[in-house]
């Protein structure tokens, strides 16, 4: 079970605009072999949908929870769904 691919349904908030947050979520899920994407939302959140094997999920995580040097983040919302597979890579969404 540990072998199979996971989803990440993620929220984050605080000040995670403007701070190259999308651009970190980027660098750490390709670094983690991660497809999916990221994008801002109008309300001033991030939201971001990963698939992956859920060890490297769960490290895509802590990172939305710490966020790049200049961000702050006060709430991450997560939540777990099964996997579509309809990801080839990892991207920047247009706000939504």
Same mark, same amino acid.
């Given at each position: 079970?540990?072998?199979?691919?996971?989803?990440?349904?993620? &929220?984050?908030?605080?000040?995670?605009?403007?701070?190259?947050?999308?651009?970190?979520?980027?660098?750490?899920?390709?670094?983690?072999?991660?497809?999916?994407? /990221?994008?801002?939302?109008?309300?001033?959140?991030?939201? /971001?949908?990963?698939?992956?094997?859920?060890?490297?999920?769960?490290?895509?995580?802590?990172?939305?929870?710490?966020?790049?040097?200049?961000?702050?983040?006060?709430?991450?919302?997560?939540?777990?769904?099964?996997?579509?597979?309809?990801? &080839?890579?990892?991207?920047?969404?247009? &706000?939504?």
């Amino acid at each position: 079970m540990e072998h199979s691919i996971n989803r990440l349904h993620a &929220t984050i908030e605080g000040r995670v605009q403007g701070v190259s947050f999308r651009y970190f979520v980027v660098e750490q899920a390709q670094r983690l072999d991660l497809k999916g994407w /990221v994008r801002n939302r109008n309300d001033g959140s991030v939201e /971001v949908i990963a698939e992956g094997l859920r060890f490297d999920l769960d490290q895509l995580l802590l990172a939305l929870n710490s966020g790049p040097p200049m961000s702050n983040v006060t709430q991450v919302t997560s939540e777990w769904l099964p996997a579509t597979g309809e990801f &080839t890579s990892f991207w920047m969404r247009s &706000t939504g």
